[in-house]
C-alpha cells in the first residue's frame, strides 16, 4: 500500500497534531497509508546531541522513508516566516537525493503553527515549497472549494493547513483547523493515486 509520508518538527505539540490529522485524511483515501516521522532538533556543538530514537511520537525520518513514499507532507513551526532550523536542516542534506531525482514527481503539500494570527503562516508555507520545487515534486494547497477555508476565523490557508496556538500556545487545532488538515491530506493521498495510476 503507497505511503504518503508526513514529516514534521514541532516542539510544542500544535504541528504534530496537524500531522495526525493530515495522516487521518491521507488514510480515508482508499489503498493509501501515511507514514509520520519528525526530525532530530539541531542542537549548538556544546549541547548534547539527540538520542538516535525520540522519547516519544513519531520516529525520525530516514531517506530510505523519502525513496518509499508515494507524496510527502512536510510540516514546521513558524520561525520569523520560515520553517524552524531541524527541518531546514534536514532538508539541506538531501543533496543526493535532489540529484538522484528521489521525490521528482511526487505530489507534496505544506503544515505550520503560529502563536498568533499574524505571525506569518502564509510565507512560512510557501518558504516550505521552494526546497519542494527544486526536488521536482507537484505542489498542492487547499482549494476553496473547502467550505471551513471560506469560514476559518483562525488557522488555514490556501497554501496549507495551519494552526493558531495563540498567546497561551494551545496545541490543539480549532475544529475547522482539523477539517482543513484533513482535506489537505485527502487531497495529497488522492493526487499520489492519480499520479501513480
Known amino acids: 500500500m503507497p505511503d504518503i509520508l508526513v514529516l ?23 489503498g493509501m497509508q501515511a507514514r509520520l516521522r519528525t526530525v532530530p532538533p539541531v542542537a549548538p556543538v556544546t549541547a548534547t546531541a539527540a538520542a538516535p530514537v525520540p522519547d516519544e511520537g513519531a520516529p525520525y525520518v530516514t531517506t530510505a522513508d523519502l525513496a518509499q513514499c508515494a ?3 512536510i510540516g514546521s513551526p ?12 534536514f532538508i539541506d542534506t538531501l543533496g543526493a537525493e535532489w540529484a ?3 521525490l521528482v514527481g511526487k505530489p507534496a503539500a505544506a ?3 503560529t502563536a498568533s494570527q499574524h505571525g506569518g503562516q502564509e510565507s512560512t508555507l510557501l518558504t516550505m515549497m ?27 490557508t ?5 494552526h493558531v496556538a495563540g498567546p497561551g500556545d494551545d496545541p490543539q487545532p480549532s475544529e475547522e483547523e482539523k477539517l482543513l488538515a484533513r482535506a489537505l491530506g ?3 493521498a488522492d493526487t499520489a493515486r492519480k499520479l501513480q495510476a
Open 130 to 156: 521552494l526546497p519542494l520545487l527544486h526536488h521536482g515534486m507537484v505542489i498542492v494547497g487547499i482549494p476553496f472549494t473547502e467550505a471551513a477555508l471560506n469560514t476559518t476565523r483562525t488557522g488555514g
Open 158 to 162: 490556501p497554501y496549507g493547513a495551519s
Open 8 to 30: 514534521y518538527y514541532s516542539r510544542g505539540g500544535s504541528v504534530a497534531q496537524l500531522a495526525r490529522h493530515i495522516a487521518r485524511g491521507v488514510e480515508e483515501v482508499p
Open 111 to 113: 503544515f505550520t503553527s
Open 71 to 73: 507524496g510527502l507532507a
Open 186 to 188: 485527502r487531497r495529497l
Open 78 to 89: 513558524t520561525r520569523f516566516g520560515n520553517m524552524a532550523a531541524p527541518l531546514k536542516h
Open 100 to 102: 538522484s531525482g528521489t
